[in-house]
């Protein structure tokens, strides 16, 4: 469904995607693990038209995405759930779900929002709150809902169990795995190895600006995944 | 004359809450469509609806002018280059306007012939009376659109985190310019009825414009629309004040000395905000 070939994305002259090719395949979830400063938001800004790669070419269903700026790219159904939420604080969270449908120009966006408040119920109760006010969690919460208010066929989630109390983990690796039973395709940037290994269908470990690996839980003994993750691998340190 | 303060300090603050930059050639740039109404009038003998919109639009144009020159040429995180590359551009305009219109002072259309009437004991000019109803019908008209329409959801969201504005598709750029638009029209309906007060007009009114609506969004606090609304009020009745009981010399310096009380007592403005910290940090950045 999405397919990353050779992409090389650079702030100014330090190159922080050397080359990186992977692939979403429709239904699934994979997940993309790897030492802080890999690449990991890097990719995930250069998928969503963020940043422009300097090279290598990105197609989502069979069509050229590469370089169009993000707007095209969220209509073509990529939404992205961004590193450290990024939700609106002073707006209210029944507002910041209209950013999320910002995109769209049919009338059943707020039949939509509905169907959030009936899915995010810790959201519902505060709908007129200031986004800013609520718990990190909630925070979490309200941009999946924002995300999903752009009806995504694939959506891109980058870290969301950062900073996060262990029982909230569990839940939004919950909603998770209900997105992706209702089939939407997931590519997940995580740090949690273990909980990002049992979700994931397939696997990537970015070191360095490279894919060192891609395969299926099961490929690899966990610890040599959180090994490489959280420290990268020996050949490349 | 406090109500025409308050929609300069709107217009102000519409480019300030949606760019975090101070653009120095908002009161030019409403100059500029004050002398083009002028123009039509000296020419054409054009009634009042056509200087108003001539007015506007003069404004308008100029505002887009610099926005393109000043702001969207100038990459973000140059929040400095953008303010004096907007000081540059004033002089610019100033000088422009000054040969284009060499004699300096012209005459202004007055809305028309008004008597003074009481209102609560009070003498009122009518003309004022007018400029506050106009104000009114602006400040819910510009409410409906920031709260009710897309593109004003699009504006709060660029103007509290342009990030994650993009990410959710939004056009920045084009919001900027479009509110930088917005806010030149504002100041353009401003300027029209200060000028059809004063019937006269010269190109320091650009300074004046500025400074006035300056100090108004000051007062009222950084970046809030309902501040600028009340700091507008309030520095148009101390003017007058001023210039009633001191003369007509007293009126500016009093603007001026009503802002420093301000910034020793309550520098968050009148309406300070939990978000007024955010604002004067970011104007200390610039
Ligand atoms: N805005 C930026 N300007 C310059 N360098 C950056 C910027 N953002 C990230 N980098 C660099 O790019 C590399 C990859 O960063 P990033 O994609 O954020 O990694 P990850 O998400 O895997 O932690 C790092 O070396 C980082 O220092
Ligand atoms: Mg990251």
């Known amino acids: ?237 | 004359m406090g109500s025409g303060y308050a929609l300069l300090a709107i217009g102000f603050t519409l480019i300030f809450g949606v760019l975090r930059r101070l653009n120095l050639s908002y009161g030019p740039s409403i100059m500029v469509g004050v002398f083009f109404g002028t123009f039509l009038f000296i020419q054409f003998q054009a009634g009042w609806y056509t200087v108003l919109v001539g007015t506007v639009l003069g404004a308008a144009i100029a505002g887009a002018y610099v926005e393109r020159l000043c702001f969207w040429a100038i990459k973000k995180g140059a929040a400095v280059a953008s303010m004096v590359s907007s000081f540059a551009v004033w002089m610019q305009l100033e000088e422009g306007v000054t040969i284009a219109f060499p004699d300096r002072t012209y005459e202004f259309p007055a809305l028309g012939d008004f008597e003074l009437i009481e209102l609560a004991g009070l003498s009122v000019r009518q003309e004022h009376v007018i400029m506050l109803g106009i104000a009114a019908i602006l400040v819910f008209a510009l409410h409906q659109l920031l709260y009710r329409t897309r593109f004003g959801l699009a504006v709060r969201a660029v103007s509290e985190d342009p990030n994650a504005a993009l990410f959710m598709g939004v056009n920045t750029g084009r919001v900027i310019f479009l509110a930088f638009i917005l806010a030149s029209a504002i100041g353009g309906i401003a300027g029209y009825f200060i000028m059809a007060t004063e019937e006269v007009i010269t190109p320091k009114f650009g300074l004046q414009a500025t400074f006035k609506g300056l100090i108004a969004m000051m007062l009222g606090g950084m970046g809030s629309v309902p501040g600028a609304i009340a700091g507008g009020l309030l520095l148009g009745v101390v003017e007058k004040q001023a210039e009633w009981y001191a003369g007509a010399v007293w009126r500016d310096i009093a603007a001026f000395m009503l802002l420093f009380a301000f910034l020793i007592v309550r520098p968050g403005g009148l309406l300070a905000q939990h978000t007024a910290a955010r604002d004067l940090a970011a104007l200390r950045r610039v």
């Open chain 1, 1 to 237: 469904m999405l397919e990353i070939a050779d992409i090389v994305t650079s702030y100014g002259k330090i190159e922080a995607l050397k080359g990186v090719s992977l692939s979403v395949a429709p239904g699934e979830i994979t997940c993309l693990l790897g030492p802080n400063g890999a690449g990991k938001t890097t990719t995930m800004m250069t998928v969503a038209g963020l940043l422009k790669p300097r090279r290598g070419s990105i197609t989502f269903e069979d069509r050229n995405i590469t370089g169009r700026d993000p707007g095209h790219i969220v209509r073509s159904g990529i939404a992205l759930v961004p590193e450290n939420r990024l939700v609106f604080p002073d707006m209210s969270v029944h507002d910041n779900l209209r950013t999320g449908a910002y995109s769209r120009s049919d009338n059943e966006i707020e039949d939509d929002i509905d169907r959030m408040f009936e899915r995010f119920p810790r959201l519902d109760e505060r709908q007129l709150q200031h986004a800013g006010t609520l718990s990190g969690g909630e925070q979490q919460m309200l941009a999946v809902a924002r995300a999903l208010m752009a009806r995504p066929k694939l959506l891109l989630m980058d870290e969301p169990s950062l900073g996060l109390a262990p029982m909230i983990v569990e839940e939004i690796f919950r909603i998770i795995r209900d997105l992706n039973a209702e089939g939407t395709s997931i590519f997940l940037v995580e740090q949690n190895v273990h909980q990002a290994l049992k979700v994931a269908h397939h696997f990537y470990l970015l070191e360095q600006g490279r894919v060192t690996f891609g395969g299926s839980p099961g490929d690899l003994e966990e610890d040599e995944v959180i090994q490489r993750a959280y420290l990268g691998s020996a050949e490349t340190t």
